[in-house]
């Protein structure tokens, strides 16, 4: 038997880990849903520790309460995986800290965590996750921060015209289903101590994703075009670099249609 203790197994990709740790009987997993950035209190006697809570608001508008939040939540975890040295701690990153632009609260949070997580190299096992722009089940209800992959098909279900920002037309950003991140979140429990890049190394502009979700609905609604007021902090490019031994199971054009037809 295999344990597992997962922060964030209500959100948006921890349910979609526990659905798939699930399927084997012989795991036993424990969602934690207490405040992750007060003390564990609980005895670890778990395998595989992950963390996935986190403030994921890239707008969040008080930048001390997002650095609170994902910083002390993550020294929290490091404090208790290590009370187990067989424990190992697999967290999520965010590729939004890549790019030449002014970074985010949340961007630099995530930052300050993987510089955390190379201090403790020699000291734990340890592996981060920098997830790219991650779409599927389970994440309609991030509301505004959903992808637009999904905030696309909620408005052409709705008949309404799929808004996009004008200036961010050829915007090429790198997508993945989160089946795709489940498995590399399953691969990570071989991986040697690191930072890994999971996305799908293809970058796609948000015009091309807009056809591949028209295309799938069946719809061909012209788009209602707005100003992008965060300029400033957009990323224009993004690709994930692959070279740890990552592929993943679905293209993009694929897993638009497998969300789509099943969920």
């Known amino acids: 038997m295999r344990t ?15 659905n798939k740790l699930s399927e084997d009987p012989d795991n ?24 996935l809570a986190a403030n994921t608001d890239t707008r969040f508008p008080n930048d001390i309460e997002m650095f609170e939040n994902n910083i002390l939540s993550f020294l929290q975890i490091i404090k208790f995986t290590l009370k187990n040295s067989k424990s190992k701690l697999i967290y999520a990153s965010s590729a939004s800290q890549y790019g030449n632009y002014k970074k985010t609260a949340y961007a630099i949070s995530k930052i300050v965590c993987d510089d955390l997580a190379k201090f403790f190299f020699d000291k734990m096992k340890i ?14 209800k991030k509301g505004k921060m959903a992808s637009m992959i999904t905030q696309w098909k909620e408005q052409l279900k709705n008949n309404e015209r799929p808004t996009c920002f004008f200036e961010g037309r050829q915007v090429k950003r790198d997508h993945i289903y989160v089946k795709d991140v489940v498995k590399a979140l399953v691969m990570a429990q071989k991986l040697k101590n690191g930072i890994y890049d999971v996305g799908s190394g293809k970058s796609t502009s948000f015009d091309e994703v807009l056809k591949l979700v028209q295309k799938t609905l069946g719809t061909h609604k012209k788009p209602n075009f707005i100003p992008n007021p965060y300029l400033a902090s957009y990323q224009k490019f993004t690709k994930a670099n692959l070279n740890w031994g990552f592929k993943p199971d679905f293209t993009l054009q694929e897993g638009i249609k497998d969300y789509f037809q099943n969920y």
């Open 28 to 51: 036993f997993y424990f969602p934690y849903e207490s405040n992750v950035c007060e003390e564990i209190k609980i005895k670890n006697d778990f395998d595989i520790i992950y963390h």
């Open 4 to 18: 597992f203790f997962i922060t964030g197994g209500c959100g948006f990709i921890g349910r979609n880990l526990i």
């Open 127 to 140: 592996v981060g996750l920098r997830f790219f722009n991650v779409f599927g089940k389970y994440e309609s």
